[in-house]
């Protein structure tokens, strides 16, 4: 299956999975499932070009040990966030960011939310798996150097973004930790060690598309999930729901926002 082919299976999956995702969370009148959501629909994405390829491969193209690792790599990454997301949102109720959309769209908020909500998702999303597809695509079948580096990357990633989830639901359970900040495990080098995590991810997934085929393309996927992070609705977001919270001033001015490094000096250690 060549690239162009495997893109467009790629946005025809993105686009009928969040438009049944749409009808859903319409019957539930909770758009909170879109969040839960997220994770699968990489998994999805990957699993189906992957088989399709498999199937309808063209001369030269093969489906082997790399094509299934990538995949693999995708379903730990998609399974893990899916559930975490699940777990916390489990009886809350729709999200209030979704609830602020019902009023502020009013009568149109079914229309604007297929658009913005549930199709610009889908686009993100097959922007976001470029290097995945890339993959899928490619001829080559023997592993070589650089997939055990972007492994060791992706593994790096995971790291960063699973410990890290688990330090600050391990802090959240404490009751005396409520409306203080997490400045211990890897949040005292990196305000957003999850965030880091998860971008260092796909920039593991690229390195192990840069031997295939137009792999420099690839580059697309980190790009778009690491902007979407620092710029958009990951660190921008969190970072002002924090701004009221005691010693968050102090910790911002002396924690590296997104790549880990030391404290800088001054204040409590």
Avoid at 48 to 75: D, F, I, K, M, P
Avoid at 78 to 87: D, K, P, S, T, Y
Avoid at 138 to 163: H, P
Avoid at 196 to 222: H, K, L
């Amino acid at each position: 299956m060549n690239i162009g082919n495997t893109f467009l299976y790629a946005a025809i999956v993105a686009f009928c999975y969040f438009t049944f995702l749409f009808v859903i969370a319409n019957i539930l009148k909770d758009n909170s499932i879109l969040d839960i959501a997220w994770g699968p629909s990489f998994i999805i994405t990957a699993w189906v070009v992957l088989l399709v390829n498999a199937v309808v491969g063209q001369e030269g193209t093969a489906v082997g040990a790399r094509q299934y690792l990538v995949a693999a790599l995708v379903t730990v990454w998609g399974l893990r966030l899916g559930i975490r997301i699940f777990r916390r949102n489990r009886g809350k109720g729709e999200d209030p960011r979704y609830v602020k959309f019902r009023e502020a769209w009013g009568k149109y908020f079914v229309l604007r939310s297929y658009f913005q909500l549930f199709l610009f998702q889908g686009i993100i999303l097959t922007l976001n798996v470029t290097p995945v597809l890339l993959i899928m695509a490619g001829i080559r079948k023997n592993m070589v150097w650089s997939d055990f580096l972007g492994l060791a990357v992706w593994v790096t990633g995971f790291l960063f973004e699973s410990v890290g989830d688990y330090q600050l639901d391990s802090f959240l359970k404490v009751p005396e930790n409520r409306g203080t900040i997490i400045d211990q495990g890897l949040w005292r080098y990196t305000r957003h060690p999850n965030y880091f995590g998860e971008s260092t991810m796909w920039w593991g997934i690229f390195v192990i598309a840069v031997n295939q085929a137009w792999g420099w393309i690839g580059v697309i996927g980190p790009l778009v999930i690491t902007g979407m992070l620092l710029f958009v609705s990951g660190i921008p977001m969190t970072e002002k729901l924090m701004e009221k919270t005691p010693g968050w001033e102090e910790y911002k001015r002396r924690t590296s926002m997104f790549i880990p490094w030391f404290k800088k000096a001054g204040g409590k250690t």
